[in-house]
């Protein structure tokens, strides 16, 4: 199976559960409709930026499944958050720890495309949420 490219950096198979991703092979441009293309942009300039990034990584042997879209048999799932509408994705950065990134983004979200942020975590959640780019929502899990 070939990995579906997304941007220079990123592919399908990072923000698509594996469950969803198998049964649509073949017809991934359904799978690529269900993204929203703000948020990929916004990964992959903060890729740009700060280096590999992992998201999911079930195409590549690792365990992360649920850190892009999220559908009702995610143990995570929930009905209002920005990952069940493709508009939201928690990635690790192999070269930064998380509060760099997110001291990067709170100076630059408007810039990133990005509206709303998880602060005081391990890793980064970044989402694109309809917020008119006007401000950028912070939150703590």
Not at 77 to 103: C, M, W
């Amino acid at each position: 199976m070939n990995r579906i490219v997304l941007t220079k950096n990123l592919f399908l198979d990072e923000y698509i559960p594996r469950e969803l991703y198998n049964r649509y092979i073949g017809r991934e441009h359904i799978l690529i409709s269900l993204l929203d293309e703000r948020l990929i942009k916004a990964d992959q300039a903060l890729r740009d930026k700060f280096g590999p990034v992992t998201i999911n990584n079930w195409f590549t042997g690792g365990n992360r499944n649920w850190s892009g879209l999220r559908m009702p048999e995610s143990p995570d799932y929930s009905l209002t958050s920005q990952h069940s509408f493709g508009r939201a994705s928690d990635k690790i950065f192999s070269l930064e720890p998380a509060n760099v990134i997110q001291d990067y983004i709170l100076s630059n979200w408007r810039e990133l495309g990005i509206t709303g942020l998880e602060l005081n975590t391990s890793w980064v959640h970044t989402d694109v949420r309809n917020a008119g780019n006007i401000r950028l929502i912070t939150f703590k899990a």
